[in-house]
């Protein structure tokens, strides 16, 4: 059974910094491209940013230079740290598989920040 656990979330204020971290079970995790995904209040879940089993990363144009997204296979673990944080950037932030798999999605972590 795949487990993906996230955590990292909290309030913070504008210009400032979150990591994020994804801990996966049941999975090859080695094996697996792995991405960062989340949804904003009223919007559909968008993509934000994944990153191969070789470490080749790819992000969203809108966090492009702010967030960096690394994997440790050795922990099952993908990170996503984000700096200077804007507001729009407000929403759950949920990790899985890239291209993601339905039934892989985890409650996510919340991210706010304020203005």
């Known amino acids: 059974q795949v487990q993906l656990v996230e955590s990292g979330g909290g309030l913070v204020q504008a210009g400032g910094s979150l990591r994020l971290s994804c801990a996966a079970s049941?999975?090859?995790?080695?094996?697996?491209?792995m991405g960062w995904y989340r949804q904003a209040p009223g919007k559909q879940r968008e993509f934000v940013a994944s990153?191969?089993?070789?470490?080749?990363?790819k992000y969203a144009d809108s966090v492009k230079g702010r967030f960096t997204i690394s994997r440790d296979n050795a922990k099952n673990t993908v990170y996503l740290q984000m700096n200077n944080l804007k507001p729009e950037d407000t929403g759950v932030y949920y990790c899985?598989?890239?291209?993601?798999?339905?039934?892989?999605w985890g409650q996510g972590t919340q991210v706010t920040v304020s203005s």
């Open positions: 899985n598989t890239s291209p993601w798999a339905d039934d892989y």
């Open positions: 049941g999975i090859i995790f080695r094996f697996i491209a």
């Open positions: 990153i191969t089993r070789s470490g080749s990363t």
